[in-house]
């Protein structure tokens, strides 16, 4: 599978890419607190810093997807706090995950 923001590069490995549909923020956040929590809701205390990091992802789906697999499994809301303040859209878009797992 490949991911692109850039039809002319999909092209290249499928010439009729699928083009995914950009989230709405309140889609985005639903789909965080699905993908950490599953069928348990978000602690109020992470719901703020929780719908700051869904709008960071821009509205891309698998941008909040990754983001997610860091986050899962933590309720320290110091852990979401580091999430937050990372430049995600540094180095033309690229997701730096590295700096969540150090």
Same mark, same amino acid.
């Given at each position: 599978?490949?991911?692109?923001?850039?039809?002319?590069?999909?092209?290249?490995?499928?010439?009729?890419?699928?083009?995914?549909?950009?989230?709405?923020?309140?889609?985005?956040?639903?789909?965080?607190?699905?993908?950490?929590? &599953?069928?348990?809701?978000?602690?109020?205390?992470?719901?703020?810093?929780?719908?700051?990091?869904?709008?960071?992802?821009?509205?891309?789906?698998?941008?909040?997807?990754?983001?997610? &697999?860091?986050?899962? &499994?933590?309720?320290?809301?110091?852990?979401?706090?580091?999430?937050?303040?990372?430049?995600?859209?540094?180095?033309?878009?690229?997701?730096?995950?590295?700096?969540?797992?150090?």
């Amino acid at each position: 599978m490949m991911t692109t923001c850039e039809k002319y590069l999909a092209t290249y490995a499928n010439p009729n890419p699928h083009d995914l549909k950009l989230l709405t923020n309140s889609e985005s956040f639903a789909l965080l607190v699905k993908r950490v929590f &599953g069928k348990r809701n978000c602690p109020v205390e992470l719901v703020e810093l929780g719908e700051k990091i869904a709008e960071s992802c821009n509205r891309v789906p698998h941008a909040v997807v990754v983001i997610a &697999g860091a986050l899962r &499994g933590r309720t320290n809301k110091h852990d979401w706090e580091r999430v937050l303040k990372i430049d995600w859209q540094r180095d033309n878009h690229e997701i730096q995950a590295h700096h969540i797992s150090s």
